[in-house]
């Protein structure tokens, strides 16, 4: 072998090396970039929540969204950070249980003198003709005017009479049970607000100036919407400016619409649209607000048979309720007359019946108009309205 041969081998073998080293290179220099490449995340399942960005820390399993988890299997305490609260309570109007149990309390608080009196007349086996004159004389001064409390008197005397009780707590009761005959009268106290077959309930009220009359009518939509009837108010009192917004902020706080006119607008006009949109939005009852009014100015009380009867030119009107502040005393059984001369009164609401109010009107009225009271009111709340009966009223009146 030649020097030349000898050098071309020697390249060879020194090329082939550097191959061989180049090639070795390069399949180490593959396997650290595979190694180095992430692991593919697989799409994650629907779970209802968003994907956190690569920025935000993992999402610990324990830290579930609420909303993946039932509520009702969670109590408020169980979640971490909450306060415990005290729940605010719904306004939930009073049902008429409680309104009648308010309506003792308020009379037992406001007619203690009648009670008083009552109890002593009533103490002994035996009563006193100074007795009966004490017990007429109070009564009196309660407002149920000298026909009806020197009747009371004379019929309580033939009761006690004739029951030959020796007791004074027989004869107490012999007493109560026979003034609660004269407080009821045997009237039909049903307040007529159930719908029609095909056409709501018309109720108006009525009264003069200050008798809290559109505060009752407010009153009344509150009291009947519990008793899950629908409800549409009519603001027919037109003339006092104050009134259909009034009644317009009752319909809000008890959610029923209302139906008004501009001001100074005919109120029959406003009566019958209320009527109208009563019949076409299928209501229960349309409670309709008329202006107040004095009972010795004739042309206002003409207006007023005119809401009547425009009223009721798409239906029967079912109920004109006269309200009358119970304050006044015998001077609200001169309204009641002349109210009842003008439109037909099918009932009685006595306001304000709480304070110095004297429960005694409510005999006189019965007695004189033959109209029975069908419900009274007790104050300023939004359920200080309550249906009347004659136990209840007694009961508070003696407690």
Known sequence: ?????????????????????????????????????????????????????????????????????????????EIPGTVESKQVPADVPESMEGRKLKLRERLGRSQGSLGQVFRQTFSGSTISDDAWQDL??????????VSAASGIVDTLKTAVKKSGASSASELHEIAKSELIKLVDGGFDRTLRTDRHPNRPAVVLTVGVNGTGKTTTTGKLARML????KDVLLGAADTFRAAAAEQLTTWGDRVGVPVVRGAEGSDPASVAFEAVTAGLEQEVDVVLIDTAGRLHTK?????????????????????????????????????????????????????????????????VAIQDSLGVPVKLVGLGEGPDDLAPFDAADFVSGLLS
């Open 298 to 362: 004739q042309g206002l009380m003409d207006e007023l048979g005119k809401v009547y009867r425009v009223a009721g030119k798409l239906g029967e009107v079912d109920e004109v309720l006269l309200v009358i502040d119970a304050t006044t005393g015998q001077n609200g059984l001169t309204q009641a007359k002349v109210f009842g001369e003008v439109v037909p009164v099918t009932g009685v609401v006595l306001s304000k019946l709480d304070g110095t109010a004297k429960g005694g009107i409510i």
């Open 136 to 145: 007429e004389d109070t009564l009196i001064m309660a407002d149920l005017g």
């Open 1 to 77: 072998m030649n020097l030349d041969s000898t050098l071309v081998i020697s390249i060879a073998t020194v090329v082939a090396a550097l191959i061989a080293i180049a090639v070795f290179a390069s399949l180490r220099k593959s396997g650290k970039t595979e190694q180095s490449l992430p692991t593919q995340v697989s799409a994650p399942k629907a779970t209802g929540t968003a994907t956190q960005g690569p920025s935000q820390p993992a999402v610990k399993p324990e830290a579930l969204a609420v909303s993946d988890i039932a509520l009702s299997e969670i109590a408020e305490s």
């Open 225 to 228: 919407s519990a008793q899950d």
